[in-house]
């Protein structure tokens, strides 16, 4: 049986040696992500709703960065006077402060996560999103180095090699951090340690919360139908180096991850200097300018963005439906409008279809509508598609055009906008049906009315 970590001590000599801490309070972890600070404020990833949160020093919040480049945000790091996000898929997006995208790159990994200091930029292999059916060869780096617009410039340290070799993604997935002085931090997603490589790829030291009294590499279990199953433990969430010097550590008690805890680090030993469990409403955790540490419930701290500051939807479209009539963005004003962007060759699509004709029918023409933008280049393939499914909404032709202009990561992607063309929430991929009954309910809160359709008793 694994078992819990007894109390840790709090060395209170080290403590009352940390560097200053600049004032207020700086964001470390918004849920199970990692925060950066950059231009005096604590950005936080949201990939619930595809954007990054901006906070004050008293964790108000006072910016929001969404836009079709940020599909699901995974983690935020500063580079140099921009961020660096994460993205679940693995791709690294760099953003100014204003939202703007600057640059982006695919993933070095078969999924990445990155941290940056100054303008150096390190990926290590997701734990957000790993696979566990990807082999790798033994003599692969743990880390990768990247230059500023993300090119890979040297491997660093070596990888844990598990006796599964299909496992290896898995074992070294893990949650990173960086310093300034080239210092790289790395806690394995499935095995209790802590390490600190310097700028060679150099271990330096080790730290360990001794939650299992043997350590073990993830096995497949039996198969349950199509479903691959495996035994592991997950064991560290999330990386944070904080402004008072020290290493903040989000991970978990349980191997199902459900029962939280920080555990803060001394950078130059690998010290436990403090531990904190976390109750289930403490999901997003600050240091304020002693090093203490203050928890909040991330919910309440985003309270407001979804109704306040919207953006509008642009650029403006004037494109040809497919008999030749142009359709503009100005004909679906004083409407829910949901803009959707697809192609015949995108699978997804072809899935999702059904459920949006659905969603159409639910309401009225006078509160909702649907702009089905096709992307094909290929018009045949397109009117082919559209037999198929005989949409009742209108089809436009974007001719191949379209992800240039609008700068999505995929297909589909749809944008809900309320009655004066804003942006109430962006849709990446195709989430199933339970996606569609959100959508759905969000539409109706846009509407303000039940939808259209027999009353039931």
Same mark, same amino acid.
């Given at each position: 049986? @694994?078992? =819990?970590?007894?109390?840790?001590?709090?060395?209170?000599?080290?403590? !009352?040696?940390?560097?200053?801490?600049?004032?207020?309070?700086?964001?470390?972890?918004?849920?199970?992500?990692?925060?950066?600070?950059?231009?005096?404020?604590?950005?936080?990833?949201?990939?619930?709703?595809?954007?990054?949160?901006?906070?004050?020093?008293?964790?108000?919040?006072?910016?929001?960065?969404?836009?079709?480049?940020?599909?699901?945000?995974? !983690?935020?790091?500063?580079?140099?006077?921009?961020?660096?996000?994460?993205?679940?898929?693995?791709?690294?997006?760099?953003?100014?402060?204003?939202?703007?995208?600057? @640059?982006?790159?695919?993933?070095?990994?078969?999924?990445? /996560?990155?941290?940056?200091?100054? #303008?150096?930029?390190?990926?290590?292999?997701?734990?957000?999103?790993?696979?566990?059916?990807?082999?790798?060869?033994?003599?692969?780096?743990?880390?990768? *180095?990247?230059?500023?617009?993300?090119?890979?410039?040297?491997?660093?340290?070596?990888?844990?090699?598990?006796?599964?070799?299909?496992?290896?993604?898995?074992?070294?997935?893990?949650?990173?951090? =960086?310093?300034?002085?080239?210092?790289? &931090?790395?806690?394995?997603?499935?095995?209790?340690?802590?390490?600190?490589?310097?700028?060679?790829?150099?271990?330096?030291?080790? %730290?360990?919360?001794?939650? &299992?009294?043997?350590?073990?590499?993830?096995?497949?279990?039996?198969?349950?139908?199509?479903?691959?199953?495996?035994?592991?433990?997950?064991?560290?969430? %999330?990386?944070?180096?904080?402004?008072?010097?020290?290493?903040?550590?989000?991970?978990?008690?349980?191997?199902?991850?459900?029962?939280?805890?920080?555990?803060?680090?001394?950078?130059?030993?690998?010290?436990?200097?403090?531990?904190?469990?976390?109750?289930?409403?403490?999901?997003?955790?600050?240091?304020? !300018?002693?090093?203490?540490?203050? #928890?909040?419930?991330?919910?309440?701290?985003?309270?407001?963005?979804?109704?306040?500051?919207?953006?509008?939807?642009?650029?403006?479209?004037?494109?040809?439906? #497919?008999?030749?009539?142009?359709?503009?963005?100005?004909?679906?004003?004083?409407?829910?409008?949901?803009?959707?962007?697809?192609?015949?060759?995108?699978?997804?699509?072809?899935?999702?279809?059904?459920?949006?004709?659905?969603? &159409?029918?639910?309401?009225? @023409?006078?509160?909702?509508?649907?702009?089905?933008?096709?992307?094909? *280049?290929?018009?045949?393939?397109? /009117?082919?598609?559209?037999?198929?499914?005989?949409?009742?909404?209108?089809?436009?032709?974007?001719?191949?055009?379209?992800?240039?202009?609008?700068? &999505?990561?995929?297909?589909?992607?749809?944008?809900?906008?309320?009655?004066?063309?804003?942006?109430?929430?962006?849709?990446?991929?195709?989430?199933?049906?339970?996606?569609?009954?959100?959508?759905? %309910? #969000?539409?109706?809160?846009?509407?303000?009315?039940?939808?259209?359709?027999?009353?039931?008793?």
């Amino acid at each position: 049986m @694994r078992r =819990a970590l007894g109390a840790a001590l709090c060395l209170w000599a080290a403590s !009352a040696c940390r560097p200053a801490a600049p004032s207020g309070l700086t964001l470390l972890f918004y849920q199970r992500s990692p925060a950066a600070v950059l231009g005096g404020r604590s950005w936080a990833p949201d990939p619930d709703h595809a954007r990054l949160l901006g906070f004050d020093d008293r964790l108000r919040l006072v910016k929001t960065l969404a836009g079709p480049g940020l599909a699901m945000p995974m !983690a935020v790091a500063p580079l140099g006077t921009r961020l660096l996000v994460s993205e679940e898929t693995g791709d690294g997006v760099v953003l100014d402060t204003a939202g703007a995208l600057v @640059r982006e790159w695919s993933s070095p990994f078969a999924v990445a /996560l990155y941290a940056a200091a100054g #303008t150096r930029v390190v990926a290590v292999r997701s734990p957000y999103r790993v696979s566990p059916l990807t082999p790798e060869p033994a003599d692969a780096p743990l880390f990768r *180095v990247l230059d500023t617009l993300g090119r890979p410039l040297e491997g660093l340290a070596a990888i844990h090699v598990p006796a599964t070799p299909f496992l290896t993604q898995i074992t070294n997935a893990g949650a990173l951090a =960086a310093d300034a002085g080239g210092a790289v &931090y790395f806690a394995p997603l499935v095995r209790d340690e802590i390490v600190k490589y310097d700028a060679s790829g150099t271990r330096r030291w080790t %730290a360990t919360r001794g939650l &299992y009294p043997t350590e073990a590499d993830p096995v497949y279990l039996p198969a349950q139908g199509r479903e691959l199953r495996l035994d592991e433990a997950l064991v560290n969430v %999330a990386l944070a180096l904080g402004p008072d010097g020290r290493l903040y550590a989000l991970g978990a008690e349980d191997s199902a991850a459900t029962r939280l805890r920080v555990d803060v680090l001394d950078t130059a030993t690998g010290a436990i200097l403090e531990t904190r469990r976390l109750g289930p409403t403490e999901t997003a955790i600050a240091v304020d !300018a002693h090093g203490g540490l203050v #928890t909040f419930d991330a919910a309440a701290l985003a309270r407001g963005a979804e109704s306040g500051g919207r953006e509008a939807f642009a650029p403006g479209f004037a494109l040809p439906d #497919t008999l030749g009539d142009t359709v503009t963005l100005a004909r679906f004003a004083g409407k829910v409008t949901l803009v959707d962007f697809w192609a015949s060759w995108c699978d997804p699509c072809r899935e999702e279809f059904p459920h949006m004709i659905a969603l &159409y029918d639910r309401f009225d @023409r006078s509160d909702f509508e649907i702009a089905a933008i096709s992307d094909d *280049v290929d018009r045949g393939k397109m /009117l082919g598609f559209v037999r198929e499914f005989h949409p009742p909404f209108p089809v436009l032709v974007g001719g191949g055009r379209m992800k240039q202009q609008y700068h &999505y990561r995929g297909l589909p992607y749809s944008v809900l906008l309320d009655r004066r063309g804003r942006v109430v929430e962006r849709y990446f991929g195709f989430g199933g049906p339970a996606e569609f009954q959100r959508l759905a %309910a #969000t539409i109706e809160q846009e509407i303000g009315t039940k939808p259209a359709g027999p009353s039931t008793p």
